[in-house]
C-alpha cells in the first residue's frame, strides 16, 4: 500500500482555516495542513505547500483555487459544494448571475464586514469575529465573477470525487451537475453548503471510501512522473532511439484504415516526438495528447503544429477510466486511433492497461503502439551478472503480455533488435537520465559505489553498447 498522503484542506469565501476543525477531527488519523487565504485579520495567506504527495480538498471557492495552483504532488481531488465555475456565461447558463457578484464587490468598497457577514448568515454561518481583509476578499470575488477552471479541472488526470447537497443555495445542484460527471458526485439530502460542519462524519465517511479506492501503487506513478517531468528540457536532445521508434510507429499508423478525420488519443506523448511524426500523417483530426508528466504535455505543445482540434491532457494511461470521468466527449468505444510509443512499459499492469485502452476504440479501430520487451538492455544485465550481482533495469513485459485477448480484437505484433553504440557506461547512464527512464524494477538494491564502477569497468569491456527488443503492436477492433 502506498503511504498516507497529506489531506490538503483549503476554505471557501469568507471563511478562515479554522472552518475545517469538524472534518479535520474526524480525518485526524491522516496527515493533515490547511491553507488559510488570507480573508481576516491574524490570519496572513499560507503560499507554500507541504511536501510530498497530496489529497487536495477544498470547499467552495476553496476548490476552484486548489484547481488554480495544481499541485504535481496531488494525487487526488476532492470538491466540497465546490465548483470550477461559479459565475454563469453563455458556455454556463448554470452559473450564478454576474450582477449578484458584481454588487458585492462594490458594497465591497465601503462595507467590507456587512458584505462578509451577509453572505455568512446565506450560508447558515455566524458573522465572523474577526475585522475583514478587503482587497483580499474582494480580489477573489473578482476571481469568482471572471475566473474558469473548468479546463484544469479536465486535465486533473487524477481521482476525483465531488460531494454536493441537494438544498445547497449557494450552489445550486443544477450548477454541481453541469460541472461535475454523475459518477463522481455522492448527494447529501439536507447538508446545505456548509457541508464540512453540517455533517462532517458523512462528509468523513465519503472521504474513506474514496480514499480507500486509490490505485496502491500512485508512489510509484509519482515519481515515475517526476523523474519524466525533470526530464523534459533534456529529452530531445538524447533521445535518438525514442525518435527512430517513433518514425517507425508513424509508418505502421500511416498504413492503416482510419477514416478522413480521425478521433485520435495519444498516451504518453512525451516532448512530441510521436505526435510530431503523425502530423506529416494526417490532415485535420480530433488530436487528445496526454502524458502522466505535465512538464511534458507542456513540452510537446509549445512544440507541434497540427491540424484540426487538439488538446493536451494529464492521463495516466493506464487508467483512462479517470479521463473518461471528467471529459465529457470521452466516451468508451469513441476513438479511430489510440497509439503510444515507449510509454505502455511503464505501466503496472500491461496486459490490463492495454485492455482498457482498446475498450476505448470504436468498431474498426486501432490501438498502435511501441515499447521495449524483456531482453532489452541484456548487455547491461550481462554485466553485472559476471560480477554475480542484478541489475535493477525494469522488468520489461515478453510478448505474451502484449497479445490481444479480449474477444473481438485481432493483433498484429513485430518484434525487431535495435542496437545503440554508447561508447561508455558513463554515457549509457546519462543518457537514461537525460530522457527520464531511470525508474528502478521494483523490490531492487542499489548497488554500492564501488559496485556500480566494477559493472561499469565490465560494460566498457563488453563494447559498451545495448540491445534493445522492441516490440510494435496494432489491435483492431472488429
Known amino acids: 500500500m502506498m503511504a498516507r498522503p497529506t489531506l490538503l484542506f483549503v476554505h ?9 476543525q469538524p472534518l479535520c477531527d474526524a480525518l485526524s488519523d491522516w496527515p493533515q495542513a490547511m491553507l488559510d487565504l488570507g480573508y481576516f485579520d491574524g490570519h496572513a495567506p499560507q503560499p507554500d505547500l507541504p511536501e510530498g504527495p497530496l489529497v487536495c480538498i477544498g470547499h467552495s471557492f476553496g476548490f476552484m483555487h486548489a484547481l488554480g495552483l495544481a499541485p504535481e504532488q496531488a494525487v487526488a481531488w476532492i470538491s466540497i459544494n465546490g465548483f470550477p465555475r461559479f459565475s454563469a456565461s453563455q458556455s454556463f447558463p448554470e452559473g450564478v448571475a454576474p450582477r449578484l457578484i458584481q454588487r458585492m464587490i462594490r458594497r465591497m468598497e465601503t462595507h467590507p464586514a456587512e458584505v462578509v457577514d451577509t453572505f455568512r448568515q446565506r450560508c447558515a454561518a455566524g458573522p465572523a469575529m474577526r475585522k ?6 474582494r480580489r477573489d470575488l473578482l476571481r469568482l465573477l471572471n475566473e474558469d477552471r473548468r479546463a484544469d479541472l479536465g486535465s486533473l488526470g487524477r481521482p476525483l470525487l465531488a460531494l454536493a447537497s441537494e438544498d445547497d443555495e449557494v450552489v445550486p445542484p443544477s450548477m454541481t451537475r453541469a460541472a461535475f460527471e454523475p459518477a463522481l458526485l455522492r448527494w447529501h439530502v439536507d447538508g446545505g453548503h456548509l457541508l464540512p460542519r453540517s455533517d462532517a462524519q458523512w462528509c468523513a465517511l465519503r472521504i474513506r471510501e474514496f480514499l480507500r479506492g486509490l490505485p496502491d501503487k500512485v508512489d510509484r506513478k509519482r515519481t515515475i512522473s517526476g523523474r519524466f517531468a525533470a526530464a523534459a528540457g533534456s529529452y530531445d536532445a538524447h533521445a535518438r532511439l525514442q525518435r527512430e521508434v517513433a518514425g517507425r510507429l508513424a509508418q505502421y499508423i500511416a498504413a492503416l484504415r482510419l477514416p478522413p478525420h480521425p478521433r485520435i488519443l495519444e498516451v504518453g506523448c512525451g516532448t512530441g516526438l510521436l505526435t510530431r511524426a503523425l502530423g506529416g500523417v494526417f490532415g485535420k483530426a480530433d488530436w487528445t495528447i496526454t502524458d502522466i508528466a505535465p512538464p511534458m504535455t507542456r513540452a510537446a505543445s509549445q512544440r507541434v503544429a497540427l491540424n484540426g482540434t487538439v488538446r493536451f491532457r494529464i492521463l495516466d494511461g493506464e487508467h483512462p477510466q479517470a479521463f473518461q470521468d471528467q471529459e465529457p466527449d470521452a466516451e468508451p468505444g469513441d476513438y479511430d486511433l489510440i497509439c503510444s510509443s515507449m510509454a505502455i512499459q511503464w505501466f503496472d499492469d500491461v496486459r490490463a492497461g492495454l485492455g482498457r485502452l482498446g475498450g476505448m476504440l470504436t468498431p474498426g479501430g486501432h490501438l498502435a503502439f511501441a515499447l521495449p520487451l524483456r531482453g532489452t538492455f541484456a548487455e547491461w ?7 554475480g550481482l542484478a541489475a535493477s533495469t525494469p522488468a520489461f513485459p515478453g510478448l505474451e503480455d502484449i497479445q490481444a485477448l479480449t474477444p473481438g480484437i485481432e493483433n498484429q505484433i513485430v518484434e525487431t533488435v535495435m542496437v545503440q553504440e554508447h561508447g561508455s557506461a558513463l554515457a549509457f547512464l546519462r543518457g537514461l537520465r537525460h530522457v527520464g527512464a531511470t525508474m528502478p524494477a521494483a523490490g531492487s538494491r542499489p548497488l554500492s559505489s564501488a559496485q556500480l564502477r566494477q559493472v561499469c569497468t565490465q560494460f566498457d569491456r563488453m563494447g559498451a553498447r545495448v540491445s534493445y527488443r522492441i516490440g510494435f503492436g496494432i489491435w483492431s477492433k472488429v
Open 12 to 20: 471557501g469565501w469568507g471563511f478562515d482555516s479554522a472552518f475545517w
Open 381 to 387: 544485465r550481462d554485466a553485472h551478472a559476471r560480477l
Open 132 to 137: 475583514p481583509n478587503a482587497d483580499t476578499l
